[in-house]
T-cell receptor, first 113, second 112 residues
Framework: GENVEQHPSTLSVQEGDSAVIKCTYS??????FPWYKQELGKRPQLIID?????GEKKDQRIAVTLNKTAKHFSLHITETQPEDSAVYFC????????????FGAGTRLFVKA | NAGVTQTPKFRVLKTGQSMTLLCAQD?????MYWYRQDPGMGLRLIHY???????AKGEVPDGYNVSRLKKQNFLLGLESAAPSQTSVYFC???????????FGPGTRLTVL
């Protein structure tokens, strides 16, 4: 079946450093790619998304890049802060032959003060 | 606005028992979704709905049924609970399909 691979599973950075999380998807019909942040015991919340007709999107300290040819998209967080510590999930959605939404397994980010 | 709400927050069932999880949204969203979240596996789509009166299967539909009789409500039923259904269940909704999904607070279900 279709899948999304997410790396790394755990990432530890110093406050102020950058963090990069990468996802690779298999369904070539995927055309919407959201990123969610989930704090311990809380609900997932969208932090940024990108559509297949766009290569890059930025929102303050957060950016996402998409390479459709390689079926690869990445989350970039700059100037990390302790409150960025959480689990981050990528997802790939497609609507061809029925709706599919496949999530990556998650990356646990630790930002050390 | 309350956003997306779920009831109950916690539940413990014995194998073979049944229950219904309720999801409600007050944002007039067309699309609603049920996911389960297991450790190390991200979220997996169980069923979804593209509007009132419609339902469709997601990635892991076996053992679950759903209904969307009213636009604002999406119910998830377990007819005969199994230990493999122990999980955290999240409901979500979105205005259109390629749009932000807003998640509820989750229901932690344990099946003994």
């Amino acid at each position: 079946g279709e899948n999304v691979e997410q790396h790394p599973s755990t990432l530890s950075v110093q406050e102020g450093d950058s963090a990069v999380i990468k996802c690779t998807y298999s369904d070539s019909a995927s055309n919407y790619f959201p990123w969610y942040k989930q704090e311990l015991g809380k609900r997932p919340q969208l932090i940024i998304d990108i559509r297949s007709n766009v290569g890059e999107k930025k929102d303050q300290r957060i950016a996402v890049t998409l390479n459709k040819t390689a079926k690869h998209f990445s989350l970039h967080i700059t100037e990390t802060q302790p409150e960025d510590s959480a689990v981050y999930f990528c997802a790939a959605l497609s609507y061809t032959g029925g709706f599919k939404t496949i999530f990556g397994a998650g990356t646990r980010l630790f930002v050390k003060a | 606005n309350a956003g997306v709400t779920q009831t109950p927050k916690f539940r413990v069932l014995k194998t073979g028992q049944s229950m219904t999880l309720l999801c409600a949204q007050d944002m007039n969203h067309e699309y609603m979704y049920w996911y389960r979240q297991d450790p190390g596996m991200g979220l997996r789509l169980i069923h979804y709905s593209v509007g009132e009166g419609t339902t469709a299967k997601g990635e892991v539909p076996d053992g679950y049924n759903v209904s969307r009789l009213k636009k604002q409500n999406f119910l998830l039923g377990l007819e005969s609970a199994a230990p493999s259904q122990t999980s955290v269940y999240f409901c979500a909704s979105s205005y259109i399909r390629e749009d932000t999904q807003y998640f509820g607070p989750g229901t932690r279900l344990t099946v003994l």
